[in-house]
């Protein structure tokens, strides 16, 4: 596995190395002693599965707020995705900064977000599946979303007009 930090600090972008011969390939997705030695720390608390019917889809911004922040590691099973983590602490030297990058079934890329980053994605193709594993378990009176079109935030997102949910589309402005 490759691990390439992104321009928000503690973000990575987690290349599988796949291993390929005539019956097809194999990749490790998930190992706990390649995360500890490039010093991400995660104790996998739940995984979760979003599916997502029609292009365009939109998820997002959520995260965790105190005393219950979480981690996550991201990664499109099939399909494929615009995602975007923008940076929500504080004291941080990229504070409301974001990144983008696409995750698709085929190109063995995961991404790995600290606490306090928001976390939202596009599908680009119908029938996309989205798998996260989580650091934290869900606490719903931590639950926060950052409005997906906030202006502060200038996200690019590849769909003008997305298929949202009414609490995705109505989080509060920054």
Same mark, same amino acid.
């Given at each position: =596995? +490759?691990?390439?930090? /992104?321009?928000?600090?503690?973000?990575?972008?987690?290349? !599988?190395?796949?291993?390929? &011969?005539?019956?097809?390939?194999? @990749?490790? *997705?998930?190992? %706990?002693?390649?995360? /500890?030695?490039?010093?991400?720390?995660?104790? =996998?608390? *739940?995984?979760?599965?979003?599916?997502?019917?029609?292009?365009?889809?939109?998820?997002?911004?959520?995260? /965790? +707020?105190?005393?219950?922040?979480?981690? +996550?590691?991201?990664?499109? %099973?099939?399909?494929?995705?615009?995602?975007?983590?923008?940076? %929500?602490?504080?004291?941080?030297?990229?504070? #409301? +900064?974001?990144?983008?990058?696409?995750?698709?079934?085929? $190109?063995?890329? %995961?991404?790995?977000?600290?606490? !306090?980053? @928001?976390?939202?994605? *596009?599908?680009?193709? $119908?029938?996309?599946?989205?798998?996260? *594993?989580?650091?934290?378990?869900?606490?719903?009176?931590?639950?926060?979303?950052?409005?997906?079109? &906030?202006?502060? #935030?200038?996200?690019?997102?590849?769909?003008?007009?997305?298929?949202? $949910?009414?609490? &995705?589309?109505?989080?509060?402005?920054?």
């Amino acid at each position: =596995m +490759k691990f390439i930090e /992104q321009n928000i600090p503690g973000v990575y972008l987690i290349e !599988m190395e796949p291993f390929k &011969d005539e019956r097809g390939s194999f @990749a490790r *997705q998930f190992c %706990l002693k390649e995360l /500890q030695h490039n010093g991400l720390e995660f104790s =996998m608390c *739940q995984c979760n599965l979003s599916g997502n019917t029609h292009k365009g889809t939109l998820r997002g911004l959520h995260y /965790q +707020k105190d005393p219950f922040p979480e981690i +996550k590691i991201v990664s499109c %099973l099939r399909g494929r995705i615009f995602d975007v983590v923008v940076d %929500l602490r504080p004291n941080s030297p990229t504070y #409301l +900064k974001h990144i983008t990058t696409e995750l698709t079934e085929g $190109n063995n890329k %995961l991404l790995y977000i600290p606490p !306090m980053c @928001a976390h939202g994605f *596009q599908t680009l193709e $119908n029938d996309s599946t989205v798998y996260y *594993q989580l650091g934290e378990f869900f606490h719903p009176e931590t639950y926060a979303g950052v409005r997906w079109n &906030d202006p502060k #935030l200038g996200i690019n997102w590849p769909i003008k007009n997305p298929i949202i $949910n009414e609490r &995705d589309n109505n989080y509060a402005l920054l």
